[in-house]
């Protein structure tokens, strides 16, 4: 049943995470999977045997909106480099579906690990990296399509829109920060609407799912999270571009650590 406790609960959760994604450029994943998964609970579902499915088969759907009105808003800012982000998008949209398909191949346990370190070491490169011009430019598109579809693989495998990957790579590649989180934002959406269509054909033809359900697209809370994130993320936008560059990157260094430790603490 739904309380309005769960009902405020993902409201509140949606504008953190929508307000998330408007300034860093990401999709909000690491806030939603979690939440989702704790509203099953909530209704009994938490044993499930595709609980892990629908927590991340909505947070991809939810990413369609999110990152799509994030995306707008960092157009008006004249924010998005276009041409990279059509560039990457069909390596990022392949990586998704190749994703889906390798995930049930590898460990969980090694895969957060790898996650972890991963973050860890990219978010203490950008808190220390002060003013420092990159010197690596941006690949040609052979080597540019190899690094998106390696993005969108391993943002299927937990459930991101890309960003916590795209932006550093990109700050590395010489992009000022604000430039790189807005395309980061037009990023994000071409992963989580592959992801969503993916998860949404996986699962129909699953039987048992809960009342609600789409595939593997828990559609309550998709309606729910999706009208607080639609709200919330052209503040953070708005947040962003009040931002100097580098309180901008070592704001996003310590979201990288902060999913990270909540990455850890799930393990533990």
Request: aromatic share 12%; glycine share 12%; with cysteine.
């Amino acid at each position: 049943m739904w309380h309005w406790e769960i009902i405020l609960l993902l409201l509140s959760v949606g504008s953190a995470s929508g307000f998330i994604a408007g300034l860093f450029g990401v999709g909000g994943g690491a806030l939603i999977v979690p939440v989702v998964l704790w509203v099953l609970d909530l209704q009994g579902l938490a044993q499930h045997p595709y609980a892990q499915q629908l927590a991340v088969g909505t947070s991809f759907a939810v990413m369609v909106f999110t990152a799509f009105s994030s995306m707008l808003g960092q157009h008006k800012k004249q924010a998005v480099d276009w041409k990279t982000v059509f560039m990457m998008m069909p390596g990022m949209i392949f990586g998704v579906f190749l994703g889906s398909l390798s995930a049930k191949y590898i460990p969980t346990f090694w895969l957060q690990i790898f996650f972890i370190l991963f973050f860890t070491a990219v978010a203490f490169r950008t808190l220390h990296s002060g003013h420092q011009t990159a010197s690596h430019p941006l690949p040609k598109l052979p080597g540019l399509t190899a690094v998106s579809t390696l993005f969108g693989t391993m943002s299927s495998w937990v459930g991101i829109g890309g960003g916590s990957l795209s932006v550093p790579f990109l700050i590395r590649c010489g992009f000022p920060t604000h430039k790189a989180i807005g395309t980061s934002s037009g990023l994000s959406w071409p992963i989580a609407l592959a992801g969503a269509i993916s998860y949404l054909l996986n699962g129909l033809k699953v039987g048992g799912l809960p009342e609600g359900s789409l595939g593997f697209l828990y559609l309550p809370a998709v309606a729910i999270l999706s009208a607080a994130t639609i709200a919330f993320a052209p503040l953070g936008v708005k947040t962003a571009h009040h931002l100097s560059s580098a309180k901008l990157k070592k704001s996003f260094g310590i979201m990288l650590l902060l999913i990270a430790g909540k990455m850890l603490y799930n393990l533990l």
